[in-house]
């Protein structure tokens, strides 16, 4: 019986929903929750008439023209049909009536309600009633079998009772089923059905099976499984021919079963899984109607092929096994008919679930001999001898046939593997994020953070409002929507507008450019004939579209066409910001209810690149994606049907981290919230709260709400789970910081610092917490996460707690911290250098090619040209600028003398690059390298070591011109200290100790280790006082590594009076001044003290740090 499962339609509100025919089938008639009732001419019908019956409708009957509905109001109604006219009131109860049905004749209606009674009534004078008592809990629902003598009714109380109509008593009764309080509360509506035209059988839905009751001695005789079924059969149903009988479960699950052989011949199941609480077999037996909790209708087609049973086969095989081979081909003429009939049916249906029932496998059995022997037969009449051969052939094929035709059940074509996987999901269309469905006459076309476009199109008016939330940017305008534009965008600088295509005009895109300084103001391109928009968004100065021909076209804001590439699937939505774009589009075939989308990030900036590859974008299970942007800082965002935020985190490698569930405030199931915006400062996610629906009304004007975040992290009401979210969601919501600072714009620096001082709060106080728990390791952790500073805190708070173990752990924490720090520093100033000294290089290569110039004393004009830098040097440079330069490559001559330059403070700079005199020693210091003459230690670049090597001698001075200044004064400083290697140590104490010679480097020399740099900076009173008892800590402690040496150091210094502490401050001090210092006894200590050294820098960062953050550390009172 293979059948196809047509796609769901929207009927009724979420909620309990039920199902029926008209007596000729033409209609189907529905209800739900919210009140109203639905006439249906077919699947396909874009607008059934309604009629609104109360404010809930739980069930729905229909028979000869009389429409009967039970109502939340406690009555069951009666309405005229088709027309829908009231008919009066048929009966009352004390609470809800659960559920109603007619007779076979239509001359009754029974109903059960949650007070416990069953009603019947006649439906010409409803004043003749039997009320039927018993039931100790509400009834579920009523069944009256075809020959009016008996009623079956189900309850909560985990009973099913069979009545005597006449005698109003109890005939029979179950306890199959699982007692509850209410129907509400009930695992299953356990809807009943007696067998058609006979009235043999009762069918009850029992738990995962079906159980049928004989009438006549009211006893079990069989029951009805598959192994599909996982969860409680909600809903049963015989078919007109009383054959087969059909179900419905909580899971989704649609299944259909041969009595008489008590077998599954059909399974489908529900493309979102949803439960089937309502089901209807046509009067033809041609199809099944069935109706979700969700309030969708879906259709079952093709069921009539399989009208015929099983056992009629069965029979008919039995029967003609033994006849002549005419009478065989008659018996399968029909069969080959259905059979191309199925055929038919399984190539409409894409998503169809291939099961072979019963008539399949004997129809497949019986192929060859009813389709080639046939087939040649039908060639062989033409000759006179074919008869005899002919019957000689099929006189064996019939009994084998007929034997795998006779015991269906146990053939072996029925235990044949058959395909019970994943059936694939409908693919979501195309929308666009921020906007109302299109079928809606008024509906919002886009609802964003700069304004709302509103369309119109009723028999009054087809046009197109676009309002600004700040009227500063643009005034309100009003647009008459000649063309149709279905879709629409809105930035600060344009509105852009789209339509689909009909067979004589092509898709267009209308932009009005507002923004535009020149009188025209809106352009418009016409698509490719046969190439429609599906998609569109606005961005900083360019318009992408993406259209039917899985393209992406892209423009710029004024209209010129510029780059286009091809998607991977059918767009799903685009949304873009700044120079970010952003598409969703089908990667694949989803299965079981779940989209598979893909998504890519491109920034069309300056340096154009894809961010996001195609990567799979999450969504919960059997949801689909409802919204997908930006936040007003530029990161992705997406929003899925079940509410679900999520946001792209750019420090984890561009994954979705969910922020949000919309579900969690909403007050019950049919409310949703529809989203306008999301802001990460301050955290707030805008939305509108739609109350009964998914979308908003554009009449009156929706109030937008503010929804929080919340990470879904474990124990959030503990304050460690509290703690961790709010952390962890700072972090995230501050990712934007780098990510602006990146790209080139400006951000908050304060909010910034701010952010992250909350940050490290939140740390301390999770420290301080896993500290009174005594989770030591826990704290280490902790810290760390914490910057070097905070570290230091907590060695003071893991102090005063008296844990010395915690503490010594957290002194080697700020060390290594430290370490890095200064690892970080120096690999971004070799960066740097690297960059400037390639710069250099490339500079010196333009004086050589213009060294003719120089010497004529042309060169003040052009250097001003090439070189504006110069100006903001000091004026003692605009004098030498006159001067003519020398050629730094001519053999012999030497370098003029110059005056050696002054030292200054750190905030004056003097030129760097200026050449002193070749017999003047410099003044300055190896403390301050900011006043030393930057090519004294400089190493040039191993780009082109041949030009440099061949040219240069190390008795000449090359005037390099300078470099653009920094901002950071780190970045020179280091410059200024970079020197050559080990190898070349006697050319670096003839640059200290005055020579103001350039020394050109070999080509291959690499710069100097961290070590020797560290040797230049200034000592501490600590490091002085290290150097002097170095020895004497080697001498009682011998097998000390030098890590060791600068902690019992640093035990001992502490313990020193404050007053000697600061006499070695002095002295440190004192020694590093340049007028006490020598050079030849720094360059003798260079080799003894350097690991001293870099102990000592690793432990100056947290010594400078820790004042600055002093008042973090206890300041929450």
């Known amino acids: 019986m293979p059948c196809e499962r047509k796609p769901m339609r929207y009927g009724h509100s979420e909620g309990h929903t039920d199902v029926c025919f008209d007596d000729e089938g033409k209609c189907i008639v529905t209800c739900g929750s919210d009140g109203d009732v639905r006439i249906w001419e077919s699947l396909d019908d874009d607008d059934p008439k309604s009629i609104n019956v109360g404010e809930k409708v739980y069930s729905v009957a229909l028979k000869n023209g009389k429409l009967v509905t039970a109502v939340s109001n406690n009555t069951v109604q009666i309405h005229t049909f088709p027309d829908g006219d009231p008919d009066g009131i048929l009966t009352r109860f004390t609470t809800n009536a659960n559920h109603v049905t007619f007779n076979a004749s239509g001359s009754r209606v029974a109903a059960g309600s949650s007070d416990f009674l069953v009603k019947i009534v006649e439906v010409a004078d409803s004043s003749q009633q039997k009320t039927l008592r018993g039931h100790d809990a509400p009834v579920l629902s009523v069944a009256l079998d075809p020959s009016d003598e008996f009623l079956a009714s189900s309850s909560c109380d985990g009973s099913v009772t069979v009545w005597s109509i006449e005698s109003q008593a109890q005939v029979a009764q179950w306890k199959v089923l699982q007692k509850s309080s209410d129907v509400s509360n009930a695992k299953s509506l356990c809807r009943l059905a007696w067998q058609p035209r006979s009235g043999k059988l009762l069918a009850v839905p029992v738990d995962l099976t079906i159980q049928l009751y004989d009438k006549n001695t009211w006893t079990h005789v069989s029951t009805l499984s598959d192994d599909l079924i996982t969860q409680v059969v909600n809903v049963v149903v015989w078919s007109p021919c009383g054959k087969f009988l059909a179900a419905g479960t909580v899971g989704g699950n649609l299944l259909i079963w041969d009595v008489e052989a008590k077998l599954c011949i059909e399974r489908q199941k529900h493309e979102k899984g949803f439960t089937v609480c309502g089901m209807a077999w046509h009067p033809s037996g041609g199809r099944i109607a069935y109706t979700d909790t969700e309030g969708c209708l879906g259709l079952l087609e093709g069921v009539s092929s399989s009208s015929p049973s099983s056992s009629s086969a069965i029979q008919n095989t039995k029967a003609t096994a033994a006849k002549e081979t005419n009478d065989y081909d008659d018996l399968f003429d029909e069969d080959d008919d259905r059979m191309l009939d199925e055929g038919m049916s399984d190539s409409r249906s894409p998503v169809k679930k291939p099961i072979m029932d019963d008539d399949d496998d004997d129809d497949d059995d019986l192929m060859p001999a009813t389709g080639r022997p046939r087939n040649r037969g039908s060639f062989l009449d033409d000759d006179d001898n074919s008869q005899d051969p002919g019957s000689v052939k099929l006189d064996g094929l019939p009994e084998e046939d007929g034997s795998s035709a006779i015991h269906p059940a146990v053939a072996p074509a029925v235990a044949r593997p058959v395909y019970e996987g994943p059936m694939p999901t409908q693919p979501q269309r195309a929308f666009q994020p921020g906007s109302t469905p299109v079928h809606l006459m008024h509906r919002f076309m886009m609802w964003n953070s700069v304004g709302i476009i509103r369309g119109y199109n009723d028999d009054q008016d087809n046009a197109i409002d676009v309002e600004f939330h700040d009227t500063a940017v643009h005034h309100a305008m009003h647009l008459t929507n000649t063309l149709g534009h279905t879709m629409a965008d809105l930035s600060q600088e344009a509105v852009l507008l789209a339509c689909e295509g009909t067979d004589e005009l092509a898709s267009k895109i209308q932009c009005l450019h507002f923004s535009c300084w020149d009188t025209h103001k809106d352009w418009m391109v016409d698509l490719p004939k046969g190439e429609d928009v599906r998609a569109l968004c606005l961005g900083q100065g360019w318009v992408a579209v993406a259209t039917s021909a899985l393209m992406v076209r892209l423009f710029s804001i004024g209209g010129v066409q510029k780059e286009i590439f091809s998607l991977p699937g059918a767009v799903v939505c685009m949304a873009g910001h700044g120079e970010q774009l952003l598409i969703v589009y089908h990667r694949g075939t989803g299965f079981d209810g779940d989209q598979a989308l893909g998504v890519q990030l491109l920034h069309l900036g300056r340096k154009r690149r894809q961010v996001i590859h195609g990567e799979p974008l999450p969504l919960s299970r059997k949801s689909y994606l409802a919204w997908m942007g930006f936040t007003a800082e530029g990161t992705p965002c997406c929003i899925d049907s079940e509410g679900v935020v999520r946001m792209l985190n750019r420090t984890l490698g561009n994954t979705w981290t969910p922020v949000c569930n919309t579900r969690d405030a909403c007050k019950s199931k049919s409310d949703h919230y529809w989203v306008v915006g999301v802001h990460e400062n301050p955290q707030q996610l805008r939305c509108i709260p739609c109350k009964g629906s998914r979308f908003p009304p554009t009449l009156p004007r929706p109030a937008v709400a503010v929804l929080p975040f919340n990470l879904p992290y474990c124990q959030t009401t503990t304050e460690k789970g509290q703690m961790e979210e709010q952390y962890w969601r700072s972090m995230l919501f501050h990712n934007h910081y780098g990510f602006l600072s990146s790209s080139g714009y400006e951000i908050d620096s304060e909010g910034q610092s701010q952010a992250e001082k909350e940050q490290q709060e939140l740390l301390m106080k999770m420290f301080a917490l896993s500290c009174k728990l005594e989770r030591e390791f ?191 004064s780190k970045t020179q400083a280091t410059l200024l200290q970079m020197s050559a290697s080990k190898g070349n140590s006697k050319k670096q104490e003839d640059c200290q100790s005055g020579a103001e010679k350039v020394k050109l480097a070999p080509a291959a020399t690499p710069p100097v280790s961290a070590e020797n740099i560290e040797n230049r900076k200034p000592k501490t009173g600590f490091q002085l006082w290290l150097e002097e008892n170095r020895k004497s800590i080697l001498a009682d402690n011998p097998d000390f590594e030098e890590m060791d040496v600068i902690k019992e150091g640093m035990g001992r210094f502490r313990t020193l009076s404050a007053e000697e502490r600061l006499n070695w401050t002095e002295r440190a001090k004192g020694d590093s001044d340049p007028k006490k210092r020598k050079r030849e006894d720094e360059a003798g200590q260079v080799d003894e003290h350097m690991e001293s050294d870099e102990g000592s820098a690793k432990k100056k960062k947290p010594l400078d740090t820790s004042a600055k953050l002093s008042a973090f550390a206890f300041n929450k009172e």
């Open 778 to 968: 826990r704290c280490v952790e902790l810290a760390e996460l914490m910057t070097h500073s905070v570290v230091t805190l907590a060695i003071r708070y893991a102090s005063r707690s008296r844990r010395m173990a915690l503490a010594q752990r957290l002194s080697e924490l700020a060390l290594e911290k430290a370490n890095q720090l200064q690892e970080e520093e120096q690999e971004e100033d070799e960066m740097a250098y690297q960059s400037h000294t390639s710069r250099e290089y490339r500079g010196s290569n333009q004086m050589s090619s213009r060294q003719a110039q120089v010497e004529n004393g042309c060169e003040e004009e052009e250097e001003e040209e090439v070189y504006p830098q110069e100006e903001q040097m000091d004026a003692e440079e605009s004098t030498e600028t006159r001067k003519p330069r020398l050629n730094p490559f001519i053999k012999g001559g030497k370098s003029p003398e110059r005056p050696s330059p002054k030292p200054v403070s750190k905030e004056g700079r003097v030129n760097p690059f200026k050449v002193s005199g070749a017999g003047k020693s410099s003044s300055s210091p190896a403390g301050q390298p900011r006043t030393t003459n930057v090519l004294d230690s400089m190493t040039m670049s191993s780009r082109k070591p041949a030009t440099l090597s061949g040219t240069s001698k190390p008795g000449k001075a090359p005037v390099l011109k300078p470099l653009a200044p920094k901002s950071k």
